[in-house]
């Protein structure tokens, strides 16, 4: 069984999903786009994802934001506003009849390709939006036992030659990074930035606590995650020292405690890196603080 943050309690509703493809809903054996597409040729597109819970479309006004500015940053032009999305976004909850524990995912593409190429100019349609909704319970189990960490060979890039805050479907350099990290025995990538320090994992944001301080990525180098900002507030909030730095993995094999963050999995324990125990081997008492913490915000946004 695959083991990592992305862990989800197998659930046989979603064989019978209903898939939002421009505007109609399919099933999801039925659900197809065109090998023309510019996803699929070049990883010419944009995503988002996010959790629902009681209904309520958690912190869906910081991924929104974040869609615009991807999309804007490489040249989409959404042809509909938030509102639309968001009628799009609930009415696939709706025909699925999805209301907790449901993990979404938005994806925006070029469009269709008039023949095989990069140049955006040979697009022949507008963007092709695609919603995919899921029943999805993270793992209780992945929580409690936490993963093994590989340091990957793989660097996050420079922004000057893709920014690693782009949520685009190019994702073969992350794909490249956590392939090593099977191989090698783990469960996912920690991958250095462009300098050699701790920047990021190939699929979360990474974090360690060293006497009772939290420590995280500068986030030059790292992607933009919407649970690395809850968090780092939630610190500030509430008298927990989180630093934002350059650290090495010198300061990684001897820290207390380390996790992950994503919109899926939340907090995830980190209990071993390249081979080596971190802290007792087992999920830190900060780590849960945090994870706590988080637990509780979500509720306040459900509440909202």
């Given at each position: 069984m695959t083991h990592g943050t992305h862990n989800a309690v197998e659930d046989p509703r979603n064989k019978d999903i209903q898939i939002f493809i421009n505007g109609t809903l399919y099933p999801r054996d039925q659900a197809k786009i065109s090998?023309?597409?510019?996803?699929?040729l070049v990883g010419d597109g944009v995503w988002e994802a996010f959790r629902v819970h009681q209904g309520k479309m958690i912190f869906i006004d910081k991924h929104l934001d974040r869609l615009w500015q991807s999309a804007k940053v490489v040249g989409i032009n959404i042809p509909f506003n938030r509102e639309e999305l968001l009628q799009n976004i609930q009415t696939t909850l709706d025909a699925n009849e999805m209301k907790n524990h449901i993990h979404v995912r938005i994806m925006l593409t070029r469009g269709i390709k008039k023949t095989p190429s990069q140049d955006p100019r040979l697009t022949i349609s507008g963007p092709n939006l695609v919603i995919i909704a899921e029943h999805k319970t993270a793992s209780l189990e992945t929580k409690q036992k936490g993963i093994t960490l590989f340091t990957s060979t793989?660097?996050?890039?420079?922004?000057?030659?893709?920014d690693p805050r782009l949520n685009c479907h190019s994702k073969l350099h992350e794909v490249q990074a956590l392939m090593q990290a099977l191989e090698a025995g783990a469960d996912e990538a920690l991958m250095l930035d462009i300098h050699g320090f701790v920047s990021t994992c190939n699929a979360t944001n990474f974090f360690m606590v060293k006497n009772g301080e939290v420590w995280t990525s500068t986030g030059q180098y790292c992607m933009n995650?919407?649970?690395?900002?809850?968090?780092?507030?939630?610190?500030e909030d509430n008298n927990i020292i989180c630093i934002q730095k350059n650290f090495s993995l010198f300061d990684v094999y001897g820290a207390d405690e380390a996790f992950v963050?994503?919109?899926?999995?939340?907090?995830?324990?980190?209990?071993?890196?390249?081979g080596k125990t971190i802290g007792t081997g087992s999920p830190g008492v900060l780590t849960e603080r945090i994870s706590k913490l988080y637990q509780d915000l979500i509720e306040k946004e459900i509440q909202q």
């Open positions: 090998v023309f597409d510019s996803g699929y793989f660097r996050r890039g420079s922004p000057d030659y893709l995650g919407i649970t690395r900002g809850n968090v780092i507030e939630l610190c963050t994503g919109s899926f999995g939340g907090l995830t324990p980190v209990i071993k890196i390249d």
